[in-house]
Every structure is written in C-alpha cells, then in structure tokens.
C-alpha cells in the first residue's frame, strides 16, 4: 500500500514542491511595496518652512597681473515663512509656483574682516517664486526688490524647487530614478548646464515615513563664469501627509572669477523643515487668484538705492553690482550688464557740483569734462540731445565714440567703444553723471537700458554732503 502510494506521491512532490517555492517567490515579491512619493499639484493646504544655511570656504578675486587673492568666507542664514501652492504655469520647471509670506529672512555674511548683515524688508514679505531651469524666479506682486533682497533669498535647495527629485512613479525601497536635468539645475540655481545628472533612491520606509537619498552634479556657468556643483543629501517623506517633512542639502561649488562675481570654493549646508500650517497668514485664496500665471513685466526690474547719494534708480535683472563705493575716493557705482553670461555695458554713475537751482552745468564744459575724462581715448562727439521729462528734471546726453586699449598680453589691442553721458540735475541744482560704455556691436543688447535707468532716476534727501564732488565720470 505503502509502495503504491510511493511512486505516484514522487510526482505528486515534486509538483507540491515547486507549487510552494511559486507560492513562497509570489509572497517574497508582494512584499516588495511600491509607493507613490508625490505632493498632489492641487494640494492647496499653506505649509510651514523653515530653513538654515551654512556657508563655509574662500573667495577668490583677481590682484592682477594673474595673481589671485584668497578670502575666509562664513555666512549663516535663516528663514521662516508660510507658502502655499499655486497652479502651474507650463511644463517640467514651470510647472512649480507658491506664493511665501516671510516671518524671518537674514543672513549675515564674513569675509576675510569685513561683516555684512542683509535682512528682508517688511514690505517686501510676500513672495511669488515661479519655477525656471536657472532656479526661482522670485519678485513681489506690489514692490520692487534690490538686488541685495533677491540674492538674500535666492539660495541653493528651494523648498519648492526638492519637489521636483520625487519620483513621478511608484518605487520600491532600493529602488532608483534618474532626476529630470530641468529639475537638478532648478535645484542648484546654475544658469547655463553644459552636463548635469543626478540619482535618487528611496532606501527605506519606517512608521510611514520614506527617506530619499540623491546625489548629482553640475557643470556650467553661473553669471558667465564657469562652475561645477556637486549635491548630495536626503529628504523625508510623510506617506499619510503625501508631505515632504524635512531636507537635508550639501551644495559644493567651485567657480572661476568672473565678469561679475569673484572665485568661489565653498560648501553650502542647507537644512529645512516643512509641515502643515494652522493658519494661512496673508496667503489667503484671493491673494493666490490675483497672481497671474506670468510674472507682470513691470513687477521684475531692480530697484538699487544709493542712500548716501539720496538717490535711487531701476534697472533690469540682467544690471549686477559691481561696485558701490560711497565713502572713499572715487566716489561711484559701477553696475555691469550682462546676457546669457556675455558682457554688454558698463554704467558708472556719481553725484557731481551742485549748481544753483534751476541750473545745469553748461553742455559745453560738461563735454570738455568728457574729453578730459577720456584722454587718448576719446574719438569724437557724435550726438549731443536733451531727454524729456515728465518732470522738472533736466537731462543732457552726449554720445562719444572712440577706442579702449584692451590689455593684450605684454602689449594692448584697441577696441571700438561708444560711451553713453548723461548729465541728469533736479530743480534744487543736485546733478548726477552716468557713462555707459558699450561696444558698437553690443548696442542692440543693450535695447536702450541706458535711458530707461536715467530717466528712473529718483532724487531724495542724501544722508550727508559728500566731502567732494567730480565732474564727468
């Protein structure tokens, strides 16, 4: 009975054996879950942030002839605000716009001895950031911003901008996904990419909490001088929030001196918390339905404030500060203007003698303060007009064609240049000089930038007399 039952029970096994492994694999694979790592576009619900920053390493500006001089740099930064999603205005990075109401923006920043401390203005506490490749688009939708106040909050590792490395698909623990190129870019803030990767990986999930850690890289350009970027860190997840809860970032960047900005070496820590908020502040669902999809034109420029001088003035987002010198000799603000990295103009502008009110310093010796001013450089007057105003402002400018000598190694190439002079003087005889100068080639990228920043030329009460005043630039 036994033996019969034996031979038949051998087949019988052999299939009962592999039905049970089928059985035990089907059981291993559906324990392999699969998670959707995604906050909802639609999810309107206003999030608390907070964020600190940390940057350590050197600065590194040019002593000249090819030497370089090396800077400690240390800032640390905080910020804390409320933010709440806003609908999409486009694809990939367009795809991600929030409005912020700010409670805390301040860094304060050490090189070498010198101590800076930047903090937002009330005013200026509601923000709308409106994704791009370069990094957010940031403005506000009443006031203008200075520079000083975008670069305060334009940092490394948006809050909104780490949405972008979660996956668009499910994934399971120890899985990885390759992040879009639009979103590492997004996320670093480099303006041109020339290579850019980045992976992401969902190690683990414990009490409904993922943990997504990424690793990548940049290479390109940041104001026209080359960088590389390297980032790493992770991020928490709350499964039942559909919530990233917190961010951890390192953001290492080594860049050459350029144009605008010095070399760097630096390494950036940024670390954020988010949750959901009790409260929705000033970011109320009226406020969100007045921003419109695109950011309003008139909404972008820079405002630069020259407090000392009692002046201020506007200029587009492409007008960098290079210098601003209102104490020692010379006197001036040098602001640089640049496109997709290249060099257009260069403005310098100062307060000169004032005259008595309702005088203006005659055309004739203000142009023979050009000729001075330029030396062996100067070609030829080619245009002298006066601007109208809608006010009782005057404006001569005088338009100068000639050479530059640019340094070519041991000797010197000349270089046609145009020089743009403005003499710009309010009825009380306060006068201020602006020179644009600009390569002929260049003068259709500058699209009459130089006027427009003239003509918003803003006379106010100067906190002091200047102990002395120039003529031209």
């Known amino acids: 009975m036994c033996a019969a039952i034996a031979r038949p029970c051998g087949r019988t096994g052999m299939r009962l054996l592999a039905s049970l492994v089928t059985m035990s694999l089907t059981s291993v694979c559906s324990a392999a879950e699969a998670y959707s790592l995604e906050e909802p576009v639609t999810d309107v619900r206003v999030r608390n942030v907070s964020m600190q920053v940390t940057i350590g390493g050197k600065v590194v500006t040019s002593a000249g002839g090819g030497k370089t001089v090396s800077h400690d740099l240390n800032t640390t930064a905080a910020y804390r605000f409320r933010e709440k999603r806003l609908s999409g205005a486009g694809r990939d990075a367009e795809a991600y716009r929030c409005l912020r109401e700010y409670d805390q923006a301040s860094a304060r920043t050490k090189i070498s001895d010198q101590v800076s401390t930047l903090t937002l203005p009330a005013r200026l506490r509601v923000i709308v950031a409106h994704g791009k490749r370069s990094g957010m688009l940031r403005y506000n939708p009443t006031s203008l911003l200075s520079r000083d106040d975008l670069d305060l909050i334009d940092v490394p590792?948006?809050?909104?901008?780490?949405?972008?490395?979660?996956?668009?698909?499910?994934?399971e623990v120890d899985e990885e996904w390759d992040v879009p190129d639009w979103a590492v870019q997004m996320l670093s803030t480099v303006e041109a990419t020339s290579k850019t990767e980045m992976t992401a990986k969902l190690v683990s999930v414990s009490d409904n909490v993922a943990r997504i850690e990424f690793n990548g890289a940049v290479e390109g350009a940041r104001l026209g001088a080359i960088t590389?970027?390297?980032?790493?860190?992770?991020?928490?997840?709350?499964?039942?929030?559909?919530?990233?809860?917190?961010?951890?970032?390192?953001?290492?960047?080594?860049?050459?001196?350029?144009?605008?900005?010095?070399?760097?070496?630096?390494?950036?820590?940024?670390?954020?918390?988010?949750?959901?908020?009790?409260?929705?502040?000033?970011?109320?669902?009226?406020?969100?339905?007045?921003?419109?999809l695109d950011p309003p034109a008139d909404r972008l420029p820079l405002e630069f404030d020259a407090e000392p001088w009692g002046l201020s003035l506007i200029h587009g987002r492409g007008w960098h500060v290079f210098l601003a010198n209102f104490e020692s000799d010379p006197q001036v603000v040098i602001l640089r203007l640049l496109d997709q990295g290249t060099l257009v103009c260069q403005c310098n502008f100062s307060p000169v003698p004032q005259v008595a009110a309702g005088q203006t310093t005659p055309v004739e010796e203000y142009e023979?303060?050009?000729?001075?001013?330029?030396?062996?450089?100067?070609?030829?007057?080619?245009?002298?007009?006066?601007?109208?105003?809608?006010?009782?402002?005057?404006?001569?400018?005088?338009?100068?064609?000639?050479?530059?000598?640019?340094?070519?190694?041991e000797e010197s190439k000349d270089v046609p240049m145009t020089w743009l002079y403005y003499l710009c003087a309010d009825p009380t005889g306060r006068q201020v000089s602006f020179v644009f100068a600009v390569e002929p080639e260049m003068r259709e990228l500058l699209a009459g930038q130089d006027r427009q920043m003239v003509e918003s030329l803003q006379f106010k009460n100067p906190i002091r007399q200047q102990a002395s005043q120039r003529g031209a630039n």
């Open 228 to 292: 590389n970027v390297k980032l790493s860190g992770h991020l928490l997840f709350d499964l039942k929030q559909e919530l990233v809860t917190s961010l951890d970032l390192t953001h290492i960047e080594t860049g050459a001196i350029g144009t605008i900005t010095p070399g760097i070496d630096s390494e950036v820590r940024v670390v954020i918390a988010r949750s959901v908020a009790g409260s929705e502040g000033a970011l109320t669902e009226e406020l969100a339905e007045s921003i419109p």
């Open 368 to 409: 023979e303060s050009i000729r001075r001013s330029l030396g062996s450089q100067f070609g030829a007057i080619v245009a002298r007009d006066r601007i109208p105003t809608q006010d009782d402002r005057t404006i001569f400018r005088v338009t100068v064609d000639g050479k530059y000598a640019l340094p070519n190694g």
């Open 157 to 171: 590792g948006d809050p909104l901008a780490i949405l972008a490395l979660l996956p668009t698909r499910q994934v």
